[in-house]
């Protein structure tokens, strides 16, 4: 009975945790969102502290312009950092946390480029997805602990096979489901603000060919091949420029350049 306990357990965590993205796709999700958006808080400051902050007053007031359009009306107060660093990179925490590469600032062409960058941030804050990895992996931990005690536990070709398998087949995947995910909420939001959604797709070129073919297969991967990811915007631009065209009809026509 006591070694049935923690599968009991584990049974349990999985069927009171389902929650449901913006997109409506199905969730896993049960840890506390306010002990993420604390970590989220902590690595910041962490961050600002560790790497050199761009003082630029063009870039900052570009990055935050354009995070307080993408985000109005969500009644959060998003802080947004440049920091120095030359990698094309851009990221979001839980607790309304942004930071952008000076790399990535330079990359882009327009504000519609790099709101599709932050868009695709933002996205994944929205979609809880810190929460969703966090809780995929503890139950896969769990998981593993479990075999672990069985008499499978003691072949280590068995228990390596197994960590591979839940790697590349269950946390891999879906992240690369989180990654097109926030793709999808990420040209939404930038076309309900006013940004051209079309940019987006020339940024993922822009980042084709910056990358120089030197991107990892897909399947071992965290993020979607360059050409999978504009496809799928490609065939999401109908909605997302029907969004746009009622926000510039509604007059939202931001100026962040």
């Known amino acids: 009975m006591l070694r049935k306990l923690p599968f009991i357990v584990l049974i349990s965590s999985v069927l009171t945790a389902c ?23 902590q690595a910041f400051d962490q961050m ?120 590349y087949g269950v946390l891999m995947p879906y992240s690369r489901t989180h990654e097109s995910e926030a793709d999808m909420i990420g040209v939404d939001l930038m076309a309900k603000a006013g940004f051209n959604p079309e940019e987006s797709v020339k940024l993922w070129q822009k980042m084709e060919q910056a990358s120089q073919g030197n ?5 071992m991967s965290t993020h979607p091949a360059h050409v999978t990811r504009i496809q799928q915007l490609q065939e999401h631009m109908p909605k997302a420029l029907e969004l746009y065209k009622k926000a510039q009809a509604a007059g939202r026509q931001p100026k962040c350049r």
């Open 48 to 167: 600002k502290k560790e790497k050199p902050v761009n003082k630029d007053g063009v870039f900052n007031q570009t990055a935050q312009c354009i995070v307080s359009e993408l985000t109005k009306g969500m009644g959060q107060n998003w802080e947004v950092v440049v920091f120095e660093d030359a990698t094309l990179n851009a990221f979001a925490l839980p607790g309304a946390k942004i930071g952008v590469h000076t790399g990535m600032m330079q990359l882009v062409d327009n504000q519609d480029q790099l709101a599709a960058v932050l868009g695709h941030e933002v996205g994944h804050v929205l979609a809880r997805h810190s929460n969703e990895r966090a809780s995929q992996e503890t139950l896969v931990q769990q998981g593993m602990n479990m075999i672990g005690q069985t008499e499978y536990g003691q072949n280590p070709l068995i228990m390596g096979g197994l960590g591979l398998g839940a790697k």
């Open 215 to 219: 991107q990892p297969s897909e399947f």
């Open 19 to 41: 929650a449901t993205s913006p997109t409506g796709r199905n969730q896993l999700i049960f840890m506390p969102d306010t002990q993420m958006d604390q970590m989220g808080l």
